[in-house]
């Protein structure tokens, strides 16, 4: 638990997090590791949890019929991977597969959620952290969008 | 340049007074040049000489007013690499266009003794509604050394220069004082498509609009501004109602003022 | 007119055609203003009598007339539809030649001697704007040789404009109505009940040999002179438009946003005749072209302008697609954004860009309605 | 070049050394020049224009090594009729050189001091004669990052030699690309991305990006967002240069001609453009 606490705490997203909170989170958080190639999450599978990358780097990648796995985005050490957990139905929008070994914490999202439920200050404050991550998120695919780089400007 | 294939270049015709392919012929100076590096396939108008096959440059003038035009595009389309339509009627559907303004069968009526026996649509369309169009000559008839350019620029892989920019440019290069301000002489030089090195000017006449619209025209300004200066709303519809009379920015235009 | 040590002297009307002479024969070509197709424009002139006596122009935005005086005066109207770039920044100008002899080509220099030219009847308005066009071409960090080799054969015989024209506002920008510099001769013509003359006085010393060749000319009396300053500030009183230039350029800089933009944008017409008669505007573009065979090439440069969507063409579209910011462009760069790249306004206030709009678009009022309008940053 | 001290409208002849294809859609031209011993030296982020018989000219960035100017090299893509014609030339073709023309990238104040490069699709090239300065004074430069964005695995120019600047000159750089097809283990995603993380000191580092005006205005901002003043960020501007001397006056940017006051302009300088509509 001591060292669970220290990872999170370090962690970029809980920068600046009430201790308070934080041991709420501990609460619902576990040690992982993965290897690489591994298959963290599947699209359409249920998103029971989100994670906590402490240190490697995942690929979000998606199906496409002819064209196989596209991957749009990689999520490095300090970064939060997945948001489905918040939002019914619960389930993953894309498949999530580690690139390089990954250490990582992982969050029961049913658990975190009763908690956020209970505590409205808390959920105040990881909705806060997540919407934050979202418009991020958000801004970047726009941009990847454009295509700015492709031949018509 | 010699030892390559000649480009197979074919000259197509569609409802126009011929106008624009007499042009290519006005090219005497330039024309036996043009015959080096240019194989003439299929030009009725110069030759009835006709080579079958594909073609690398198709010149198309005139407008589909038939059915049968509609069909036979595509096959012209289908035989050309590259499909350049040249003049109005070809790029705006020509000054036969008028008929679009009204119910075609009239016109019918009043020229044909049996009109029974035409056949025609009701819309006299530029070649860009029916196949695509690779590039568009604009001009009423074209300028003969834009279409050299044209064709010029194509042999040499470069990109022509036909500034769609407005006639005032080429009018003021070359000196020419304004007939609008300096005489009152109503002008559609500020909303005309360059190219006919400001002709109409250059001889103290208002532009009749014969190369088009340009990029980007202002015609509700300039019409304000000719009645300012004396015209009456019939004329600013005549105006913007002649050679490129079904080009978008003109008929706009001169639907505004109809309805005064 | 601000009196120096050097002499004025007094040039009958009458005698003109003697002055006209000495510059003709020192090699000059002699171009002034001539009545054609109902105005006035430069042209080659000969004598004296192939100026416009008697003439005056009209002028109101978007529109111009020239009218009888019944006067005997030789240069009682104000600037024409041509500025003296015509002659020295060329509207179509072939830059070189190229051939190819197989796989490689050479290119050869046009070769480029203009003849010596005496420009007669330079307004103060276009004495600046020749100096802006100058600090462009030879002043700035590359010279131009095509303007460099023209502008070196230029005499310039300026004339104080006695008359203000109905667009004039060259008080405002501080380029006239009197010639202070960049001139040859600076020449005011008086005429009263009596006489018909000009006051003369030379600003170089070219000027200077040239007068000694003339008959002797009798100095101007001190009353005068007094009543060419008296002349001057006449017409610096009766200018037909007027801009206020303070703070202008942070004006223009303050109102990229402004809607003022849109709404001019349903008059202009992005025609570019107000670029093509500024006698400061001096973009060009670059045509290349080859023959139908493929192995002559030239280069031309041509007059651009800034309404056209190819003049901001990057790959993938313009940069100013709008006729809004076209326009915006142009007169902030004018105003505003010229006094950054030269230190100074890019506008020497000869009207004509508001005389010649076909739609009459008039930038004085356009800036009085650019200070009304709440800066949006 | 000795053009400048001629007419600087008149193109010298220069020939084709060799021609390589980077991408799908760039290639590398070298040139030596035909005739003449002409001095070939350059500032990392000057222009030239490039003149192809018959078709026209252009202005392309030189993309070689200031310190070694035994050649002119330009890195381009196909976009036009210039560009297409340029990559069917075959070595000892001629072609038109006017330059080298514009203001250079800030490299002697970048010395004892980290050096964020951040490159989008092409703006590789610009940026390039940066690096390789650097590399031949490698020890004069504080930790050097590279930040490299492009369409798909596919696009990444100088794919060989990147490695080189990570292995052997400690480069530190990454590439990210917008799309990712296969086998590619690198970073998806923009390159505003990899700005967070970067390890460069914000109060000693100075920044150079070039790349879609897009992905510059972000790039800035993220930059920001470290803490790095707008007065050690640089950018490379893009606008139709026609004369590159600063007197055709297509290239203007607000009160700047990007042919001669840029393309490089320190962010500072320019900022209040990058939010003007269709300056």
Redesign the interface.
């Known amino acids: 638990m001591d060292t669970l606490e220290r990872f999170l705490a370090d962690h970029k997203f809980l920068e600046e997090m009430k201790p308070e909170f934080i041991e709420q989170i501990v609460g619902c958080a576990s040690n992982v590791h993965f290897s690489s190639g591994d298959i963290i999450c599947r699209e359409g599978r249920d998103a029971d949890k989100f994670y906590f990358i402490r240190d490697g780097k995942v690929a979000l990648d998606i199906h496409m019929p002819q064209k196989g796995s596209i991957s749009i985005m990689t999520l490095d050490s300090d970064s939060v991977l997945g948001w489905s957990w918040l939002f019914p139905p619960y389930r993953w929008q894309f498949n999530a597969r580690a690139k390089t070994e990954v250490s990582a914490i992982a969050i029961e999202g049913a658990c975190l959620r009763a908690k956020c439920i209970n505590d409205h200050e808390f959920g105040y404050e990881i909705l806060k952290r997540f919407s934050r991550i979202l418009a991020e998120r958000l801004q970047l695919t726009r941009l990847q969008l454009m295509d700015v780089y492709s031949a018509n400007g | 340049m010699s030892r390559v294939r000649k480009p197979k270049l074919a000259v197509w015709k569609f409802a126009s007074c011929d106008g624009c392919q007499l042009s290519l012929l006005d090219c005497e100076d330039e024309l036996l040049t043009f015959a080096e590096v240019i194989q003439i396939a299929n030009f009725p108008e110069a030759s009835r000489a006709v080579i079958h096959g594909k073609y690398d440059i198709s010149l198309v003038e005139g407008s589909i007013t038939t059915s049968h035009d509609a069909e036979r595009i595509h096959k012209i389309r289908r035989q050309s690499k590259i499909l350049i339509t040249i003049g109005a009627c070809a790029t705006s559907g020509g000054i036969q266009a008028l008929r679009n303004f009204t119910d075609v069968s009239r016109y019918i009526a009043m020229v044909y003794a049996n009109p029974e026996y035409i056949s025609s649509l009701n819309k006299s369309t530029p070649i860009r509604d029916h196949v695509y169009v690779d590039f568009e000559l604009h001009g009423c008839p074209i300028n003969k050394y834009q279409l050299i350019e044209v064709c010029s620029a194509l042999l040499h892989g470069r990109a022509p220069v036909t500034p769609s920019h407005s006639v005032c440019m080429e009018c003021k290069r070359k000196g020419n004082v304004c007939v609008m301000v300096a005489h009152g002489t109503p002008c559609l030089g500020p909303v005309t498509h360059a190219g006919c090195d400001a002709l109409c000017p250059s001889y103290n006449r208002g532009c009749f609009g014969c190369y088009g619209p340009k990029e980007t025209p202002q015609t509700a300004s300039l019409a304000k501004r000719w009645k300012e200066i004396g015209a009456t709303n019939n004329d600013v519809v005549r105006a913007f109602r002649g050679f490129y009379a079904y080009a978008e920015p003109f008929r706009k235009e001169s639907e505004a003022h109809e309805d005064e | 007119m601000e009196t120096k040590s050097k002499k004025q002297r007094i040039l009958p009307a009458g005698e003109f055609n003697v002055f006209l002479r000495v510059l003709q024969d020192a090699g000059y070509e002699t171009i002034g203003p001539t009545v ?4 006035i ?1 430069y042209d080659t002139i000969v004598s004296s009598s192939d100026l416009p006596a008697g003439w005056t122009d009209e002028q109101a935005a ?4 020239i009218r009888k005086t019944g006067k005997s005066l030789l240069f009682d109207f104000n600037v024409g ?2 500025a003296w770039k ?1 002659y020295l920044h060329r ?2 100008l072939l ?2 030649r ?1 051939k ?1 002899n197989g ?5 050869q ?1 046009e070769d480029d001697s203009p003849s010596k030219k005496a420009f007669i009847g330079v307004r103060a308005c276009e004495v600046a704007a020749i100096q802006k066009q100058d600090k ?2 030879l002043k ?3 010279t ?2 095509a303007y460099q080799k023209r502008r070196a054969n230029t005499l310039i015989v300026a004339v104080n404009c006695t008359k203000a024209g109905g667009n004039c506002f060259c008080a405002s920008m501080n380029t006239g109505p009197s010639v202070l510099s960049g001139f040859d001769f600076a020449l005011t013509e008086i005429l009263d009940d009596k006489r018909h003359f000009f006051v003369v006085e030379h600003g170089s010393k070219l000027a200077e040999e040239l007068l000694n060749k003339m008959p002797k000319l009798e100095e101007a009396s001190a009353k005068e002179c007094a009543l060419v300053r008296e002349k001057m500030n006449e017409v610096s009183e009766n200018m037909g438009k007027e801009v206020d230039t303070k703070d202008i350029k942070q004006l223009f ?1 303050d109102h ?2 402004d809607h003022i933009w849109d709404e001019i ?9 107000c670029t ?2 500024c006698p400061t505007c ?14 002559e ?1 030239e ?1 031309w ?17 313009s ?5 809004s ?1 076209r326009y915006r ?1 142009w007169i902030t ?1 004018k105003f ?6 030269f230190e100074e306004s890019g506008c020497v206030g000869c009207g004509r860009c508001i ?6 678009i008039d930038v004085t009022k356009e800036i009085k309605n650019l200070r009304k309008s709440k800066a949006t940053v | 070049m000795s053009n400048h001290n001629g007419n600087p409208m008149l193109p010298e002849s220069f020939s084709v050394k060799r021609i390589k294809n980077e991408t799908d859609d760039t290639f590398t031209v070298e040139l030596q020049p035909s005739k003449k011993v002409l001095d070939l030296s350059f500032e990392a982020g000057q222009f030239n224009m490039l003149y192809i018989f018959g078709v026209g000219e252009i202005p392309i960035s030189i993309s070689g090594d200031p310190c070694s100017t035994d050649s002119l090299v330009h890195t381009t893509r196909v976009v036009g009729t210039v560009t297409k014609a340029m990559r069917k030339l075959h070595v000892g073709d001629l072609i038109g050189v006017r330059g080298p023309f514009g203001n250079p990238w800030p490299v002697e104040e970048a010395k004892g001091k980290d050096v964020v490069l951040i490159a989008g699709g092409i703006g590789l090239a610009p940026i390039r004669p940066v690096i390789n300065y650097i590399i031949s004074n490698r020890n004069k430069f504080e930790n050097v990052v590279v930040l490299y964005g492009t369409r798909t695995p596919k696009d990444i120019l100088y794919a060989k030699e990147i490695k080189f600047w990570e292995k052997k000159h400690r480069i530190q750089t990454f590439v990210t690309v917008d799309r990712a097809i296969g086998e590619w283990e690198g970073n998806v995603g923009v390159v505003t991305k990899l700005v967070a993380r970067t390890p460069f000191d914000p109060k000693n580092a100075i920044a150079m990006a070039c790349g879609p005006e897009v992905m510059m205005r972000f790039t800035v901002r993220e930059l920001q967002k470290r803490g790095i003043a707008n007065s050690s960020i640089y950018v490379s501007t893009e606008r139709n240069m026609k004369c590159g001397i600063g007197h055709c006056g297509h290239c203007q940017f607000g009160a700047e001609f990007v042919c001669k006051d840029g393309p490089v302009f320190r962010y500072d300088k320019i900022a209040h453009l990058f939010d003007v509509w269709e300056v």
Not at chain 3, 319 to 323: A, L, Q, Y
Request: proline fraction near 3%; hydrophobic fraction near 30%.
């Open positions: 054609q197709d109902r105005t424009v978007g529109s111009y007339e539809p041509h015509k509207a179509d830059l070189w190229a190819t796989s490689g080509f050479s290119i220099e462009i071409f700035s960090q590359f131009d040789s800089y990229y946003d944008a349903t008059r202009c017409m992005n025609c570019a005749n093509m008669v001096f973009c060009t573009t670059m045509e290349d072209v080859t023959n139908l065979t493929g192995t090439a280069r440069r041509r007059w651009d302008s800034c309404f056209t969507m190819d003049f901001s063409y990057i790959h993938g579209g940069v100013r697609p709008s006729d910011t462009h760069h505003a954004a010229w006094h950054d790249q005389t010649w709009c076909p739609v009459g």
